[in-house]
């Protein structure tokens, strides 16, 4: 009886899961093609777009955070069926991606350039410095015009999705990245009559493809207040209660801070990576080029773990041995999906890099990257799994130890060691710092089986 329980709860997971994988999966595609677009100019403007987008990287991070904390509200107030609850929360979303919009912004505008730099170390190979610098900086202004939509369809999807709606954002997402696919190819080509802008085109295609899709999210919000009862009255005036403010900032502060510091830190040892030179930024940026379309599947069943759990820690009558157990089946279940994923990975390792107009140092350079992620990317699947499950009880300050302390205590030292004190290939220091996450599994494998996560923050 018990396996046909699983079943069909499995068949829950993946109606939550597949619609966000799909979606990340369309939008990492796209992006993958735009990469290759852009990479098929040549070396510099492909690197020049990677640090960039780099820094993006911390800033959506950080604007995830900030929203994921509330989320973690939502969801238990969707399992409640408050759509008070729920209307309060999308008001905060709001607020607080507005908020991190600007904190991007100013950061963008007046540091961008120096934080750019810090990547760029010359290592007598084809690419150039000065040259991947312009590339980062002309395509990190135009971004400055896609940091509100962006923020605000963040705001938009993750209310959604912490109701169990991931159809809505997959086809919003859809539609954007059709535009920004065609949008690419007419404006860094310089197609039907327009100019041949490269890596401004392709910033000024992203930015329209995010307007687009912040749009298409909240007209069909709006005018479907039946479907989305917390969407009535929205913006009929926006009050938020001060006790829903204290908690979601008691719980979200440390996710906010948690988002941003593992991000920084993933920044930071790239830019540790780069001291080898510019070819290693290059290959890093194919490696996670094509990386980022397999991740989507342990990305997307955490973010269906966290929903699920989170419905369910909300709901008074669940059994609390019974949430258990289906924690531990969607964990199991992402582990066993990214060996799959994995598999998949390693196979067109070797394929995927010769696409690039780049040298073939860079190419075998990008192989390799690329073969170390799939294989660890089941340690990847339970680290993510075993964060959702924590973060789902509004566990935090734990998730924020376990998450980004760990890389800022464990994973940048081991590069920094590694880099500066050994004369170890880059190749064998990115698998030792990727291997450490094993260590990682175990501690989340104690804390899940402690059931410290287990924990009702609506009350």
Same mark, same amino acid.
């Given at each position: 009886?018990?396996?046909?329980?699983?079943?069909?709860?499995?068949?829950?997971?993946?109606?939550?899961?597949?619609?966000?994988?799909?979606?990340?999966?369309?939008?990492?595609?796209?992006?993958?093609?735009?990469?290759?677009?852009?990479?098929?100019?040549?070396? $510099?403007?492909?690197? @020049?777009? #990677?640090? +960039?987008? &780099? %820094?993006?990287? *911390?800033?959506? !991070?950080?604007?995830?955070?900030?929203?994921?904390?509330?989320?973690?509200?939502?969801?238990?107030?969707?399992?409640?069926?408050?759509?008070?609850?729920?209307?309060?929360?999308?008001?905060?979303?709001?607020?607080?991606?507005?908020?991190?919009?600007?904190?991007?912004?100013?950061?963008?505008?007046?540091?961008?350039?120096?934080?750019?730099?810090?990547?760029?170390?010359? $290592?007598?190979?084809? @690419?150039? #410095?000065? +040259?991947? &610098? %312009?590339?980062? *900086?002309?395509? !990190?202004?135009?971004?400055?015009?896609?940091?509100?939509?962006?923020?605000?369809?963040?705001?938009?999807?993750?209310?959604?999705?912490?109701?169990?709606?991931?159809?809505?954002?997959?086809?919003?997402?859809?539609?954007?990245?059709?535009?920004?696919?065609?949008?690419?190819?007419?404006?860094?080509?310089?197609?039907?009559?327009?100019?041949?802008?490269?890596?401004?085109?392709?910033?000024?295609?992203?930015?329209?493809?995010?307007?687009?899709?912040?749009?298409?999210?909240?007209?069909?919000?709006?005018?479907?207040?039946?479907?989305?009862?917390?969407?009535?009255?929205?913006?009929?005036?926006?009050?938020?209660?001060?006790?829903?403010?204290?908690?979601?900032?008691?719980?979200?502060?440390?996710?906010?801070?948690?988002?941003?510091?593992?991000?920084?830190?993933?920044?930071?040892?790239?830019?540790?990576?780069?001291?080898?030179?510019?070819?290693?930024?290059?290959?890093?940026?194919?490696?996670?080029?094509?990386?980022?379309?397999?991740?989507?599947?342990?990305?997307?069943?955490?973010?269906?773990?966290?929903?699920i759990?989170?419905?369910?820690?909300?709901?008074?009558?669940?059994?609390?041995?019974?949430?258990?157990?289906?924690?531990?089946?969607?964990t199991?279940?992402?582990?066993?999906?990214?060996?799959?994923?994995g598999?998949?990975?390693?196979?067109?390792?070797?394929?995927?890099?010769?696409?690039?107009n780049?040298?073939?140092?860079?190419?075998?350079?990008?192989?390799?990257?690329?073969?170390?992620?799939?294989?660890c990317?089941?340690?990847?699947?339970?680290?993510?799994?075993?964060y959702?499950?924590?973060?789902?009880?509004?566990?935090t300050?734990?998730?924020?130890?376990?998450?980004?302390?760990?890389?800022?205590?464990?994973?940048?030292?081991?590069?920094?060691?590694?880099?500066?004190?050994?004369?170890?290939?880059?190749?064998?220091?990115?698998?030792?710092?990727?291997l450490?996450?094993?260590?990682?599994c175990?501690?989340?494998?104690?804390?899940?089986?402690?059931?410290?996560?287990?924990?009702?923050?609506?009350?």
């Amino acid at each position: 009886m018990r396996h046909k329980i699983n079943t069909g709860y499995l068949k829950r997971a993946l109606l939550i899961a597949v619609p966000i994988m799909i979606q990340n999966g369309i939008t990492n595609i796209v992006s993958m093609l735009d990469n290759i677009m852009v990479g098929r100019i040549g070396t $510099d403007p492909m690197s @020049g777009v #990677a640090v +960039a987008n &780099e %820094l993006i990287f *911390v800033w959506m !991070l950080m604007l995830f955070g900030g929203l994921s904390g509330i989320g973690i509200f939502t969801a238990q107030y969707t399992g409640k069926g408050d759509t008070t609850g729920v209307r309060d929360t999308f008001r905060l979303q709001i607020v607080v991606s507005l908020l991190i919009a600007a904190v991007g912004f100013l950061v963008f505008r007046f540091a961008g350039r120096d934080l750019i730099t810090l990547f760029l170390t010359e $290592d007598g190979g084809i @690419g150039r #410095a000065d +040259a991947t &610098e %312009l590339h980062a *900086v002309s395509y !990190l202004t135009v971004m400055f015009a896609g940091l509100i939509p962006i923020a605000l369809t963040q705001a938009y999807s993750v209310t959604l999705r912490s109701t169990g709606e991931t159809l809505l954002p997959m086809a919003a997402s859809l539609i954007a990245v059709c535009i920004n696919l065609v949008g690419n190819y007419i404006l860094i080509y310089g197609k039907f009559g327009a100019p041949a802008l490269g890596v401004t085109g392709a910033a000024i295609a992203t930015v329209i493809s995010r307007i687009v899709e912040f749009l298409c999210l909240a007209v069909y919000v709006h005018a479907h207040t039946g479907k989305y009862p917390f969407a009535a009255g929205l913006f009929r005036n926006f009050r938020i209660p001060a006790a829903l403010i204290r908690s979601c900032a008691v719980k979200g502060t440390p996710l906010l801070l948690n988002e941003t510091l593992w991000s920084a830190c993933q920044a930071l040892t790239t830019q540790i990576y780069s001291v080898r030179g510019l070819s290693v930024i290059a290959a890093f940026n194919i490696s996670r080029t094509i990386s980022n379309v397999f991740n989507v599947a342990f990305i997307a069943m955490g973010n269906a773990i966290g929903i699920i759990i989170g419905q369910e820690l909300g709901m008074k009558n669940k059994d609390v041995g019974e949430v258990r157990q289906d924690a531990w089946l969607l964990t199991w279940f992402s582990v066993g999906l990214c060996v799959i994923f994995g598999g998949l990975l390693a196979l067109v390792s070797g394929v995927f890099p010769l696409i690039y107009n780049t040298s073939e140092e860079i190419r075998n350079l990008a192989t390799g990257l690329i073969l170390i992620a799939a294989v660890c990317m089941p340690l990847y699947a339970f680290v993510n799994a075993a964060y959702f499950v924590l973060r789902s009880g509004g566990k935090t300050v734990l998730t924020f130890f376990f998450d980004s302390c760990w890389g800022w205590v464990v994973s940048v030292p081991a590069a920094l060691f590694l880099i500066y004190r050994t004369r170890l290939p880059i190749l064998m220091i990115f698998l030792i710092v990727q291997l450490l996450e094993g260590v990682k599994c175990v501690i989340g494998f104690v804390l899940m089986k402690k059931g410290v996560w287990i924990n009702d923050v609506t009350v």
